[in-house]
């Protein structure tokens, strides 16, 4: 099972700061990694797959790296509505899918 | 407009049984794998079951394994998620999720999920 790593679990930001998210695999996942925003009493948002490529309707202020064991999120110039927790999640070697623990990015 | 809708949550004792429903809208449920995440009451996510698009295919996480049974119906457009000799681990809200065709490059994905269903195992 690969096991995935989030730091720092919290964030304390500014609106409009940016901040980087990091997420870490057990064992390397090529690009097959996704993140998901999730806001309080919401369903989770797929925000970025295969590492970097931003799903529909995702704002370009949110952009995705990494390739291998180490994959960074990215959130430049942070809105009101971007407060929220944010998950990694494996797709190379499943069963099981896997998700990292979060980041809650907070004011 | 494309829509899960999860259904069939509630109360339930130690050791009891329940039956989630999830209606697809919108879109032909019979294209597409789904899932079942859950997520217990403040903590995170975790992934519990697949069904591919036929059926043919099911898997489980080890947490369910053997006590959960995934289902799918798609001329209604339902998926089912059968739930047996439940603990107060499995409360949780439970949500159910599509996957892309295996032929995107974003297959293994979660893209649309719906708004989930609370479980309460307790007596």
């Known amino acids: 099972e690969i096991v995935l790593t989030q730091s720092p679990a919290t964030l304390s930001v500014s609106p409009g700061e940016g901040v980087t998210l990091s997420c870490r695999g057990s064992?390397?996942?090529?690009?097959?990694l996704a993140w998901y925003q999730q806001k309080p009493g919401q369903a989770p948002r797929l925000l970025i797959y295969d590492a970097s490529t931003r799903a529909t309707g995702i704002p370009a202020r949110f952009s995705g790296s990494g390739s291998g064991t180490d994959f960074t999120l990215t959130i430049t110039g942070l809105q009101s509505e971007d407060f929220a927790v944010y998950y990694c999640?494996?797709?190379?070697?499943?069963?099981?899918?896997?998700f990292g623990g979060g980041t809650k990015v907070e004011i | 407009e494309e829509q899960l809708v999860e259904s069939g949550g509630g109360l339930v004792q130690p050791g009891g049984s329940l039956r989630l429903s999830c209606s697809a809208s919108?879109?032909?449920?019979?294209?597409?794998?789904m899932n079942w995440v859950r997520q217990m009451p403040g903590k995170g996510l975790e992934w519990i079951s697949y069904?591919?698009?036929?059926?043919?295919?099911?898997y489980y996480a080890d947490s369910v394994k053997g006590r959960f049974t995934i289902s799918r119906d798609n001329a209604k457009n339902l998926v089912f998620l059968q739930m047996s000799n439940l603990s107060a681990e499995d409360t949780a809200v439970y949500y159910c999720?599509?996957?892309?065709?295996?032929?995107?490059?974003?297959?293994?994905?979660?893209?649309?999920w719906g708004q989930g269903t609370l479980v309460t195992v307790s007596s």
């Open positions: 999640q494996q797709y190379n070697h499943w069963p099981p899918l896997t």
């Open positions: 064992d390397s996942v090529g690009t097959n």
């Open positions: 069904m591919s698009s036929s059926g043919s295919s099911v």
């Open positions: 999720a599509r996957q892309p065709p295996i032929t995107m490059v974003d297959w293994g994905t979660f893209e649309m």
């Open positions: 919108g879109f032909n449920l019979r294209s597409y794998e």
